[in-house]
């Protein structure tokens, strides 16, 4: 099995870290990091704005999804990570989702909402 280990350009890059896994056998599968709210030289987007910051996390993914070659359509599957959730945290990000690619929602996938205590910085 060949395994890719990627940092596409518009995500930030850490010495320790890799953006994006693939791995190629009798199909390709690529395990993409989490997606924040930072910009390709790790600033954050949006502080103290959960929308702006969902937005540029599924910006985020979009970019990573597409330097391989795909589509945001590809996704079939995602973990969302909040910290402290409540109703109206799922409310921004399901506003934000809905506009979060330059005005146009990100399509549906099997996805999961999970809510943390905290999240690493």
């Known amino acids: 099995m060949k395994t890719e280990r990627l940092n596409p350009d518009g995500l930030f890059a850490l010495d320790a870290f890799t953006q994006i896994v693939t791995t190629e056998g009798a199909r390709k599968v690529a395990y993409i ?15 103290g704005d959960l929308h702006a910051q969902t937005v540029q996390a599924f910006r985020n993914l979009r970019t990573a999804v597409e330097s391989l070659g795909g589509q945001v359509e590809n996704i079939v599957s995602t973990t969302m990570y909040v910290v402290e959730i409540t109703a109206e945290k799922v409310d ?4 934000a ?24 910085a």
């Open 97 to 120: 989702m809905a506009e979060a690619l330059d005005g146009k929602p990100f399509p549906p996938n099997a996805s999961s909402m999970i809510g943390v205590q905290g999240l690493a």
């Open 92 to 95: 921004i990000f399901a506003r």
């Open 33 to 47: 990091a989490g997606q924040g709210a930072f910009d390709a030289k790790f600033n954050l987007v949006g502080p």
